[in-house]
């Protein structure tokens, strides 16, 4: 397990990760999802040839990790294209519930698999109860049979698991239950709830205290892809990613010159 860093008193180096909304619709209705994602909401699908621009410039400034998430990604017919365009240049990481991961959806990611490509389901708990309690009755069951399905295909699979008042006390059990999958501690992240999007309760986070990760959506570059929020936009434009890049720079000197550096590195 491997727990969010607290704030300290040391600027990150550039490249910092990047991370790509794909879409805003899911299959799940999570209680404290931070982007408000949920059947209903609308998709909001970023495309595959911004993608493909998204990375050819990120590749240029010096990005060397790119994170994919939504929504689920996985309710995107091209995002398989995305994540071979992706893992051809650099690491790939796409985040998802693994409901889906079964039958056509899984063999096209199969397809596309290779080093440089992995995915982070999220698991709350080693227990439905822990777990079902915020994602919906069945989602633990679900997702960990969409774990196994990965491992069964090959993927080396990481696990991100949000910590809640009801699997707070609950943790060593999951770390338990991930190895006996074969996930080992390296593998599992644990960050705390963040009070954002539909969660009411948690950590209040915002540019002032959180480590940037550039991070894209449909309607420009944000801080950080905890939100997506108005008051995390650093630009409204998509391209060229570079000019966003340099505003997240300038504003993190001035932060880092005002010697009250206190960042929270927010996996
Ligand atoms: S937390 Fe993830 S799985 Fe849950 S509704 Fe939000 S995007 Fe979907």
């Not at 999220?122 to 774990?147: M, P």
């Not at 992240?189 to 480590?211: D, H, I, T, W």
Request: aromatic share 8%; hydrophobic share 40%; with cysteine.
């Amino acid at each position: 397990m491997q727990v969010v860093e607290q704030p300290g008193n040391v600027a990150p180096a550039f490249p910092w990760k990047l991370w790509v909304y794909t879409n805003y619709d899911c299959n799940l209705r999570c209680q404290y999802c931070v982007a408000k994602s949920s059947p209903n909401a609308p998709r909001r699908a970023i495309g595959l040839a911004n993608v493909r621009r998204l990375i050819d410039e990120a590749k240029l400034i010096g990005f060397v990790h790119a994170f994919f998430t939504g929504g689920e990604p996985f309710l995107l017919p091209d995002i398989y294209d995305m994540l071979a365009y992706s893992s051809a240049r650099m690491q790939t990481t796409v985040l998802t519930n693994a409901m889906l991961l079964h039958g056509a959806r899984l063999q096209k990611l199969v397809a596309v698999a290779n080093d440089a490509l992995r995915v982070q389901v999220s698991l709350d708990g080693g227990c439905a109860e822990d777990h079902d309690a915020y994602r919906g009755a069945g989602s633990w069951a679900r997702a960990v049979d969409g774990i196994k399905r990965l491992q069964a295909e090959g993927f080396r699979v990481r696990l991100g698991t949000t910590e809640t008042p009801v699997n707070s006390a609950h943790l060593q059990q999951l770390c338990a239950f991930h190895r006996s999958l074969g996930i080992p501690d390296e593998d599992h992240f644990v960050r705390p709830l963040a009070k954002r999007g539909y969660s009411k309760q948690g950590l209040e986070l915002n540019m002032a205290n959180l480590v940037p990760e550039v991070t894209v959506n449909l309607d420009g570059v944000f801080w950080h892809p905890l939100s997506t929020d108005a008051d995390m936009q650093v630009s409204k434009r998509m391209f060229p990613l570079a000019t966003a890049v340099g505003r997240i720079q300038n504003q993190l000197d001035e932060i880092t010159r005002s010697g009250n550096v206190k960042l929270m590195d927010f996996k």
